[in-house]
């Protein structure tokens, strides 16, 4: 009634003994199976299946297992179907199953799309329980389902999604770049406070649109040449946007800075040419002019820049030789300068 080893002793005609032992095992009922109701493996893998309970398991159908005997075999079934093992002693069999589910995970990523160049966009995917992108260089995240791109060139982004029972599946995502665009304001302006400025700018490609700012003392702020009538030095900046919406900018500088000529010879002499040293101007705001003999005595003094000195002193007739004279000038723009220099006074 249990299991129990039988020996027996074996003596032959020469005094020799050989001695035998035999287990007995005893099974006190039919076979107790020990298998999984279910195994789920990915799709394009194989799998081991592990069974116990009896010293006989026989396994059917035999397609894609190998052995099909044993309580270890190897499963590698495209499709998902039932296997049954019998599993036999000395009382009897009885048959167990395991359903063995196929997964066929797919992992899905984001359309193919064409960016302009340093345009961010979206790359998404779905299926999954973890997410892997590369390159990761130009992604925000690299392990999110959605992440943001910044792609420097055409680039295939993939994604390596695993899913809940540790398959994996690829899928691709291909951002393409449109061509740099490009856009010319034109060359700086430097002139006098009132002139008429063209501006003129050239954008890449055929078509696009043309943005300036700031939208103050233009003809036009949505045309490529607008006429600008600045009271004071401004830089514009054009936007420009090619025909597939990718933007350029560009800048140019309309510049009324202070401007001012001061001769260094005057001959007041009497006659109808050069007797008043004048200085020359433009864009000025405030002027202040000081003149100086060599002994540092202050000679003339104006405020008006359309007011010279006629070489004289205290209504006497200064004589020839070298003056100095120190300028102060504020532009229209607030811009300060002082300039010294020296006149040659000659009869």
Request: proline residues 5%.
């Amino acid at each position: 009634t249990e299991d129990m080893d039988f020996s027996v002793l074996i003596t032959i005609s020469n005094g020799c003994e050989v001695e035998e032992t035999m287990h007995i095992k005893v099974y006190q009922d039919v076979p107790v199976p020990v298998l999984e109701d279910s195994v789920f493996f990915c799709y394009g893998e194989s799998i081991d299946v592990h069974a116990s309970g009896a010293d006989d398991i026989e396994w059917f159908p035999t397609n894609h297992i190998s052995p099909n005997t044993g309580g270890i075999v190897e499963i590698s079934t495209s499709t998902s179907q039932w296997y049954y093992a019998d599993f036999t002693n000395a009382c009897g069999t009885v048959r167990d199953s395991v359903y063995l589910s196929v997964i066929q995970f797919e992992a899905l990523a984001g359309s193919d799309t064409t960016v302009c160049p340093g345009e961010q966009v979206l790359l998404w995917a779905e299926g999954g329980e973890t997410y892997t992108w590369y390159p990761a260089q130009t992604v925000a995240s690299s392990t999110s389902s959605h992440t943001i791109a910044t792609p420097f060139e055409s680039t295939i982004y993939s994604v390596m999604v695993v899913d809940e029972y540790g398959c994996e599946d690829e899928a691709e995502v291909k951002v393409d770049l449109f061509p740099f665009p490009y856009v010319n304001a034109g060359s700086d302006f430097f002139g006098f406070v009132g002139d008429e400025v063209q501006l003129n700018a050239t954008g890449s490609g055929i078509g696009g649109s043309y943005n300036w700012s700031p939208d103050l003392h233009l003809s036009c702020s949505e045309c490529p040449n607008p006429m600008v009538f600045a009271p004071n030095t401004t830089t514009y900046q054009v936007v420009y946007t090619d025909a597939n919406g990718c933007k350029a900018t560009d800048e140019v500088l309309v510049s009324f800075e202070g401007l001012i000529y001061v001769p260094n010879t005057f001959t007041p002499d009497g006659n109808e040419h050069n007797n008043v040293f004048l200085v020359q101007g433009g864009n000025i705001e405030k002027f202040e002019i000081l003149i100086f003999n060599r002994w540092g005595e202050l000679l003339f003094e104006s405020h008006d820049i359309n007011k010279g000195w006629d070489g004289t002193y205290g209504g006497k007739i200064c004589p020839d030789g070298t003056y100095v004279w120190k300028i102060k000038i504020e532009d229209i723009d607030g811009k300060e300068q002082v300039l010294v220099g020296h006149v040659n006074l000659i009869r």
